[in-house]
């Protein structure tokens, strides 16, 4: 389905949207996710693929410059439908960012179909699923590509030691970012220990105070659904209209956030108050800081990593 064209693409305002559809399965079985090893059925599955694919043409014919960011429950790179819509969006003149949350369990040779200008994944490494040495030759995989990514890790004590080690063996250029186990406190010592692996772990140790803030959200950035509901973020429930029916565009604008904390990545870096669309340059779909890359991208020499924020 294509979408007419209501403005010129060089006058339309660029759209970032965070796209969640109906999956909800994952290949893998971590403690701290609701969706581990959940399984969906062939009727959902047909849904997602539906959902995702009509999301795809209302893309193609965008009257605005549009950057996805993929979040979906489940693990989205296992279906066939999510590599090839990936990759062809890549491809589109109207698209500057194409991203997903992925676990990288998926053999990375899909990307070759993609334009690796505007992909991106955002990767995440779970020690208890996954053997060491496989998620790092994947990281690795993926560098030679050529492909843009980070790789991650949820901040769990049991996870120190594993992702010290993969800081220690990935390059340099390759981002490891870190993420506050949701409802845990870190005292000085353990942030100063998770710091040590990433430099910007500082935004993520306590929940932001959000209420009343100015935010990117709802106005130059979306989150949408398998059915086209627009809402702000995946955080705010309040409706601001439908994608496909062209709805949500007389509710765009600059509100205040109704939430008294945002304590998750893909929400606070639109923060006004916090620094990260500076931090993050370049990389705010990926997870990538300015002062990082991937290998080819970067060419021969790396470029040192920048110091991390300082957040009491």
């Known amino acids: ?37 959940r399984r969906d059925s062939r009727e959902q599955l047909r849904s997602d693929r539906a959902a995702l694919e009509r999301f795809a043409g209302w893309v193609e014919g965008a009257p605005e410059r549009v950057s996805v960011l993929f979040t979906p429950w489940g693990e989205g790179l ?22 997903i949350q992925t676990n990288l369990s998926a053999r990375p040779s899909w990307t070759e179909a993609a334009d690796l200008r505007r992909l991106a994944l955002w990767g995440t490494f779970h020690p208890d699923q996954v053997p060491y040495e496989r998620f790092l030759a ?22 120190l030691d594993a992702a010290r080690r993969l ?12 993420n506050a186990a949701e409802g845990r406190t870190y005292s000085d010592a353990e ?11 500082a935004f993520s140790r306590r929940p932001h105070a959000s209420l009343g803030a100015a935010c990117r ?4 950035v979306v989150s949408v659904d398998g059915d086209g509901t627009v809402r702000r973020c995946h955080f705010v ?30 929400g606070y870096v639109h923060m006004d108050a916090l620094p990260l669309y500076d931090v993050f340059a370049g990389g705010i779909l990926e997870r990538i800081p300015a002062a990082f890359g991937t290998g080819p991208a970067l060419g021969p020499q790396a470029r040192t990593p920048a110091a991390g924020p300082q957040i009491a």
Do not use: Q
Request: with cysteine.
């Open 1 to 37: 389905m294509t979408v007419p064209l209501a403005l010129p693409r060089e006058t339309a305002r660029p759209l970032t949207i965070l796209y969640r559809g109906p999956l909800a399965s994952c290949d893998y079985d971590c403690g701290y996710c609701p969706f581990a090893k």
């Open 78 to 99: 296992v279906r066939s439908w999510y590599r090839r819509v990936l990759a062809e969006l890549s491809h589109l003149p109207n698209v500057e960012r194409i991203a």
């Open 138 to 159: 994947r990281c690795r995989e993926l560098r030679d590509r050529g492909v843009r990514f980070a790789a991650g890790v949820v901040g769990l004590p049991e996870h």
């Open 167 to 178: 800081r220690d063996d990935l390059p340099a250029d390759v981002y490891l970012w870190v």
């Open 191 to 201: 942030a100063a220990a998770w710091t040590d692996i990433d430099p910007h772990f």
């Open 217 to 220: 959200t709802g106005d130059s």
């Open 237 to 266: 429930p309040d409706v601001l209209g439908n994608l496909y029916d062209g709805s949500f565009r007389a509710a765009l604008g600059r509100r205040p956030c109704p939430r008294p904390l945002c304590d998750c990545h893909i």
